[in-house]
Each structure stands twice: as structure tokens, then as C-alpha cells.
């Protein structure tokens, strides 16, 4: 059975830091892509930032870039995702994701939910002004 479970998600201050950690089974973690996303009331679904397990190469959304990082222990099978100076407009829902990343695939499609198919149940991050 395919797990992901995010965990990390709670009430920050603007400017602060926090870390999401997803934790991955039932699937070959080493030859998938690890996603990011989150969904603000009322918004669309956003890719954040992802990691492709197979080369290390990240990608990010350009709101986010030089703010947040996605890491992964192969051995744990857990995605991380680093978040610093955070903004009140960081407050979503925070969902980890599984799909197959392939070489030709565009940064864009990478942070698109169409190739992702499994997903997390997602956790709260609120951040206050």
C-alpha cells in the first residue's frame, strides 16, 4: 500500500522558519519525484518545489525560490521541506506527492499535478503577520 504522510504543519510567525517532512512507503522511492504543493483557500493547487530522486535535481515555483528547499534521505524514504522567511501568503494546506520524473520533462511540468500520482493527506501551515 502506497503511503505518504506529511507531518511538520503549524502556526508561525512571518519571518520565521519551519520544516515539513514526508514520509514515503509502499513504493520505489529512489525512482520517483517527491513533490510539494499547497492550496490556500480558495485557490488553485500550487506546485512549490520538487526533488527528482533519481538525479538530486530540484525545482522550485519563483515565489518560493531562495526561500524554501526540498531535500531527501533516501534511507529514511523522507522528503523534507525547508521553509525560511516565511509570509503570511505561505499560509496553505502543504500536500507531498509521488510521480515519475522524466528527463524531458519541462521545470513547469515538474511542478504540475497531472504526472503526480499519489499524494499525501496534507498538513496546515499557518503564518501570522
Known amino acids: 500500500e502506497v503511503q505518504l504522510v506529511e507531518s511538520g504543519g503549524v502556526l508561525v510567525q512571518a519571518g520565521g522558519s519551519l520544516r515539513l517532512s514526508c514520509a514515503a512507503s509502499?513504493?520505489?522511492?529512489?525512482?520517483?519525484?517527491i513533490g510539494w504543493f499547497r492550496q490556500a483557500p480558495g485557490k488553485e493547487r500550487e506546485g512549490v518545489g520538487c526533488?527528482?530522486?533519481?538525479?538530486?535535481?530540484?525545482y522550485y515555483t519563483d515565489s518560493v525560490k531562495g526561500r524554501f528547499t526540498v531535500s531527501s534521505d533516501n534511507a529514511k524514504k523522507t522528503v523534507y521541506l525547508q521553509m525560511n522567511s516565511l509570509k503570511p501568503e505561505d499560509t496553505a494546506v502543504y500536500y507531498c506527492?509521488?510521480?515519475?520524473?522524466?528527463?524531458?520533462?519541462?521545470?513547469?511540468?515538474?511542478?504540475?499535478?497531472?504526472?503526480?500520482?499519489?499524494w499525501g493527506q496534507g498538513t496546515q501551515v499557518t503564518v501570522s503577520s
Open positions: 526533488i527528482n530522486n533519481i538525479d538530486g535535481r530540484t
Open positions: 506527492a509521488a510521480g515519475r520524473g522524466e528527463p524531458h520533462y519541462s521545470y513547469s511540468l515538474y511542478l504540475h499535478y497531472l504526472i503526480y500520482d499519489y
Open positions: 509502499g513504493f520505489p522511492f529512489d525512482d520517483y519525484t
